[in-house]
């Protein structure tokens, strides 16, 4: 059944964020949280990023995170442990 | 620094250019290479020697998607290269992404300018959070022939290297902060109800409903001014930007320069005693323009397109104790002079300076 457009972007949207800070922030690709660990790994990733870039840590993709995220860049990662 | 602090162990490095991108002429690709490169080696003790064939330190090549390093390309736009820390092997080596447009100057990208940031990997930097980097991790586009490496960039390479053998140590451009009690402005103008501040080639964006301040590269919105805008004033009638550099200025509206720009400042009625502009604003109400030269200012109507008969007069006649004006700009009918870290505001209904502030002051500190 067709899915709304909106909820589709809301869908592109989190893909993109998760493939953003997979490749820039170390994200672990089965990131799901556990019920004990507390705080969700994405949001924490986010949040490392939006500190690295100096916008307001919100934790959520807010609109000028998304911007930030859809710069071009350097493919090299923005946290220390690239080989 | 990258963890591990990897770094070459000898000063004296080589590179190799393995293939070409289509998109730019050879010598263009061997030039901007070098000037890449002597980015770094002009900072530090290291030189780079090219090589033909052999396997060189650095390898420097042009690939396509997925290219068997484990850090496949996503076409245009998103990634634009990466490379590897100092190391054999693949260490050290130089990946562009064939599928951007390659340039030598504003447009697409410019491959100098990803090329010296992807050489800071190379060498063994990691990104900065300093905007102003050139390790920062986003493009920014910087007139090649304007460029100096920040002062950021030249301290973390520094701290790996150590200095450079030159008499006379380099230093760099430090990106402003907009709460350094010590700013001070090159220029400041209205812009569709904003305010914009330049400093270098940086602009400090400051909109009513925002409590910070933005700060980019003037090259995000014009890439074809100058940093160093000496001077600049909003034109609301006309949705004009006018700005000012030496001798020279230029009329923008929104991101475009209007066809026959830039100017010399002649052209407005200035004698060839005036050889830059210090200030400038246009009274919304009067709709004429106040250039603020040294001491002295002018009074320009925009309708007859002349200096105004009787000026220059003394600022200090008509302004009152404000000194040399940096940078001027109106806002609800009142006038801020901007003079070191000093700001005047005057209201020129009762000709009187009202209040006295901090240059930082629209920043919210």
Redesign the interface.
Known sequence: FPVAPEAEDEEKTLQFVESYLQ??YDLRKDHHPHIRSGENPLTAKLKEMQS???LEVTGKPDLETLE?MK????????V???? | A??GNPKWKRNNLTYRILNYTPKMRRADVDEAVRRALNVWSSVTPLTFQKLEDKEADIMISFAYRDHRDN?P?DGP?????????PGEDIGGDVHM?EEETWTKDGRG?NLFI?LA??LG?SLGL??S?D?GALMY???SYIDPDEFLLPQDDINGIQSIYGQSNAPMQPTGPITPEACDPNLTFDSITTLRGEIFFFKGRYMLRKHPARTEAELNFISLFWPRLPSGIQAAYENIERDEITFFKEDKYWVVRGYDILPGYPKRIYHLGFPKTVKRVNAAYNDETTGKTYFFVADRYWRYDEEKKSMDHGYPRKIVSDFGNIGRVDAAFQKDGYVYFFHGTTQFQFDPHAKRIVRKMKSTSWFNC
């Open positions: 490749s820039f690295f870039f100096g930030m710069k071009p860049r350097c493919g090299v990662t923005d220390q442990k690239y080989m | 990258t963890p850090s390309f736009n998103g990634q634009l290269a990466h490379a590897f820390q992404d990208y990803v940031h992807e990997h990691s990104h959070n905007p991790p986003t493009y």
